[in-house]
């Protein structure tokens, strides 16, 4: 995927295409004249952006801009852990221009740590993470042994256990502890 998305990035450049207003016949037809199947073409279309107008025989796709910027960290990010101000450099020469990355779009998708003075970053996707609330909670633990509340939440938001919110998760998996009122809660495991 990452080819074909590049190609359409490429060509949006060479026919000055709107990546907010990209007409899908033309798209499939330039990226299959480059070798892309037509159903690869239309499948790289539906990963990455969605159709904001299907009037008759017409349709036109928008790029997501979250999709493709973290579609970018992801491929930086398979070398493995690096120094966040080397990642977000070459984070933002890789996505097209236009677009914005933030770091906020890399919720559940990173994990931060601090070795020193420097902060890294690493991959550590929610995806990848069980869906069992026993299993995922394991697995953090394993990853990091005290979580702050804020970091943890993205790794735990879509767990869907019936009558448990989130915050009946955290009771039930997690041991709390807060230095000061003021301080951000801290979770370890139970």
Not at 48 to 56: A, H, L, N, T
Not at 95 to 102: L, Q, W
Request: charged share 30%; with cysteine; aromatic share 8%.
């Amino acid at each position: 995927m990452d080819t074909i998305l590049r190609m359409l990035l490429h060509n949006s450049v060479l026919n000055d295409w709107s990546l907010d207003a990209l007409n899908e016949d033309e798209v499939v037809g330039v990226l299959e004249s480059d070798g892309f199947p037509q159903k690869l073409a239309r499948h790289c279309l539906d990963v990455y952006g969605s159709k904001v107008d299907e009037s008759v025989g017409r349709h036109v796709w928008r790029l997501d801009e979250r999709r493709v910027c973290v579609h970018f960290a992801r491929q930086i990010l398979k070398e493995g852990k690096r120094k966040t101000d080397s990642f977000m450099a070459e984070w933002l020469q890789k996505i097209p221009e236009g677009m914005r990355a933030s770091f906020d779009m890399l919720e559940g998708e990173i994990l931060t740590e601090r070795l020193g003075v420097e902060t890294w970053v690493r991959p550590f996707s929610v995806s990848s993470l069980p869906s069992s609330p026993a299993e995922r909670f394991s697995i953090l633990f394993r990853e990091q042994p005290k979580w702050e509340g804020k970091d943890l939440q993205p790794f735990i938001r879509d767990l869907n256990v019936p009558g448990l919110s989130s915050e009946g998760l955290l009771l039930k998996y997690t041991r709390r502890t807060q230095p000061t009122m003021d301080a951000e809660p801290v979770f370890s495991a139970r």
